[in-house]
């Protein structure tokens, strides 16, 4: 079992849709969360990242956290053709001196115009 | 851009040559991290550096890899006797003690 997962996709949705992407982790000690969007050839953008259970927003961004579950999700409102990329969830959990985090494969996004 | 600089942006090698690559973070950032993308996967954790110090190494890394931060700056990653299998973007990340992390533009590496 992979640490994080994330279906990879394609999730396709229309433009002004919400999206819905969704990430399971497995180490209960895992500590804060993480969304990032990746375009292609390109690195990751930091998009959110949350740490309590509950809901998250900025913009049209949420992120919810559920660890009881070990669930993590990101909602994205009035989807828009420029949204189209990979999304990346990953989790921190603390090693030797600091974090590691860890990433998810990602899913990728496709907003139909 | 998030202030990480990374270069070169891409490089052609051939197999069996030694690759380096530079990366330098945001001046207030002590924690340094290298990563290694490979097409439809996430990033994954190669090293990290606290200051100068390594403090951690993935089992990932063979003995042709080699990273280092002298003085806390900035950290070259090595590859020596490339292998095609080593094709990949690698990327560096930095940050304070806070938790979230910056990433560099990344460097491409093609392996013929």
């Known amino acids: 079992q992979k640490e994080v997962e994330q279906n990879s996709g394609p999730l396709s949705v229309p433009e002004g849709a919400i999206a819905s992407l969704n990430c399971t982790y497995s180490d209960r000690g895992s500590q804060s969360f993480f969304w990032y969007r990746q375009y292609s050839g390109k690195s990751p953008e930091l998009i959110m990242f949350?740490?309590?259970?509950g809901d998250k927003e900025d913009g049209r961004f949420t992120a919810q956290l559920n660890k009881a579950s070990q669930y993590v999700s990101l909602l994205i409102r009035d989807s828009q053709p420029s949204d189209s990329a990979t999304y990346l969830c990953a989790v921190n959990r603390a090693n030797t001196g600091g974090f590691k985090t860890i990433f998810g494969a990602g899913t990728r996004l496709f907003v139909k115009a | 851009d998030t202030g990480v600089s990374q270069n070169p942006r891409h490089k052609i090698t051939k197999r069996g040559q030694n690759v380096t690559f530079r990366c330098d973070p945001i001046s207030e950032h002590n924690r340094l991290y290298w990563y290694r993308q490979t097409l439809g996967q996430g990033p994954e954790f190669l090293t990290y550096?606290?200051?100068?110090?390594?403090?951690?190494k993935s089992r990932l890394l063979s003995d042709r890899f080699s990273a280092e931060r002298p003085k806390g700056s900035f950290s070259t990653l090595e590859i020596q006797r490339t292998e095609q299998g080593d094709s990949a973007m690698y990327l560096c990340a930095s940050r304070t003690s806070e938790e979230t992390q910056y990433f560099g533009p990344g460097t491409r590496l093609l392996v013929l």
């Open positions: 949350i740490y309590s259970n």
């Open positions: 550096f606290q200051n100068e110090a390594q403090l951690e």
